[in-house]
Structures are given as C-alpha cells and as structure tokens.
Nanobody, 123 residues
C-alpha cells in the first residue's frame, strides 16, 4: 500500500517561493500518477496539479499556471511542487495524492493521500 508524506511547508511572505516534497513508500512509485491539492479553512479541497508516471504530462489548475510547477524524481520516489510568487490566498494545507494509473485522468480513483503540510503566506 502506497504511503505519502509531505514536507516543505512553512510561513513565507507574499512574493516568496516554497518547494513542497512528497515522499512515497510501500509500493512501486512509478506505477502512480501523482497530484497536489490544497484546502483552505472553510473551503473545499481543490486540485492544483498532476503529473503522469513518466513525468511527460502535467496538468494545472488555471489559477496556479505559470506560478506552480509539479515534477517528480522516480529514482527518489518523490514528487515536488515548486510554488513561486506566493500570495496570501495560497494559504492552505497542501496534500499530495496518488492514482494507480500512468496518467492522472486515466482513473478517478484515489489510491493514497498524504497527511498534509501547512503553507501560510503573509501579506
């Protein structure tokens, strides 16, 4: 069973950058497409970005295109989310997730979620 652990969150000022990491264990990492989500207080969890098992295909939420970049290192069983030009409205708990598929939209079934990492952006 795939297990996911996020890290890299913290408190930053508006305009700064953070890189989140999600380390996977317990199953063959490159059998999974990976995604990032976030949930702000009082709001629904929202999709941010996804990447295929090979890293060749990526998807982004419109509001983060050009600011956030998803990538993966299959040798290290890790997926990353580089976040630039952060805004106060990016404040949320950020989660990584996995789908047992080569590409994110090949299935709608989630295989695993991480526990989340807090990102706080001050103005």
């Amino acid at each position: 069973q795939l297990q996911l652990v996020e890290s890299g969150g913290g408190l930053v000022q508006a305009g700064e950058s953070l890189r989140l990491s999600c380390a996977a264990s317990g199953s063959t990492f490159n059998n999974y497409a990976m995604g990032w989500f976030r949930q702000a207080p009082g709001k629904a969890r929202e999709f941010l970005a996804a990447i295929s098992w090979s890293g060749s295909t990526t998807y982004y939420r419109d509001s983060v295109k050009g600011r956030f970049t998803i990538s993966r290192d299959n040798a290290k069983n890790t997926v990353f989310l580089q976040m630039n030009s952060l805004k106060p409205e990016d404040t949320a708990v950020y989660y990584c997730a996995a789908r047992y598929a080569s590409s994110w939209y090949d299935t709608d079934q989630m295989s695993a979620w991480g526990q989340g990492t807090q990102v706080t952006v001050s103005s």
